[in-house]
């Protein structure tokens, strides 16, 4: 249980274009999703927490219009990278919150999107 | 300002031998604190985790150790196996949901 996958793993695109990627939790219900960039060698830092039907919460330093969240469903999270810089690659991995099982504050990630913005 | 703290970039241990895994952090307020061990270019996957209002939480042959006076937690792997070498980061948390990750250590793990 507690599965998470993101979708496309890998993508490369030219800059100024947008890139979508999808997160989705496949055996639970999510209602937060988070998502999380990490450059080389460094830590993970959350960007946002996408909430189900209403607005995402960001981190500070993070543009919201940059990064478009919408949490269609209780599964499907999505993040949005509008056009796209060279210094907006990055991995980007998504998490969730199964509401069933373990302490109850467990986050599962899913694999991560590697974006490379040429 | 980095309130999640792993000083040690790397470890290296013989197979069979115990891992141990150090977190420093600063924040009194943080409730509650995990371990994930992640691998290049996948996600983290969750190991273990710890309530602030315990000291100590095994599962198998993890065991995590919270001491709140000295704002230090550690992981334990006892036996280590080959299959554990990975990058290895200690998360915090308060209230909701926002997690803050420590920066990582490499544990590999040779026969």
């Known amino acids: 249980g507690a599965v998470v996958s993101q979708h496309p793993s890998r993508v490369i695109c030219k800059s100024g274009t947008s890139v979508k990627i999808e997160c989705r939790s496949l055996d639970f219900q999510a209602t937060t999703m988070f998502w999380y960039r990490q450059f080389p060698k460094q830590s993970l830092m959350l960007m946002a927490t996408?909430?189900?039907?209403?607005?995402?919460?960001?981190e500070q330093g993070v543009e919201k219009d940059k990064f478009l969240i919408n949490h269609a469903s209780l599964t499907l999270s999505t993040l949005t990278v509008t056009s796209a810089h060279p210094e907006d690659s990055s991995f980007y991995i998504c998490?969730?919150?199964?509401?069933?099982?373990?302490?109850?504050?467990?986050?599962?990630f899913g694999p991560g999107t590697r974006l490379t913005v040429t | 300002d980095q309130q999640v703290k792993q000083n040690s970039p790397s470890l290296s241990v013989q197979e069979g031998r115990i891992s141990i895994l150090n977190c420093d952090y600063t924040?009194?307020?943080?409730?509650?604190f995990l371990w994930y061990k992640k691998y290049p270019a996948e996600g983290p996957t969750f190991l273990i985790s710890i309530s602030s209002i315990k000291d100590k939480n095994e599962d198998g042959r993890f065991t995590v150790f919270l001491n709140k006076s000295a704002k230090h937690l550690s992981l334990h792997i006892v036996p280590s196996q080959p299959g554990d070498s990975a990058v290895y980061f200690c998360a915090a948390g308060e209230g909701a949901d926002k997690l803050i990750f420590g920066t990582g250590t490499r544990l590999q793990v040779f026969p």
């Open positions: 924040n009194s307020m943080f409730d509650y």
């Open positions: 996408s909430n189900e039907g209403s607005k995402a919460t960001y």
């Open positions: 998490s969730a919150k199964s509401p069933s099982g373990g302490a109850g504050y467990e986050q599962y």
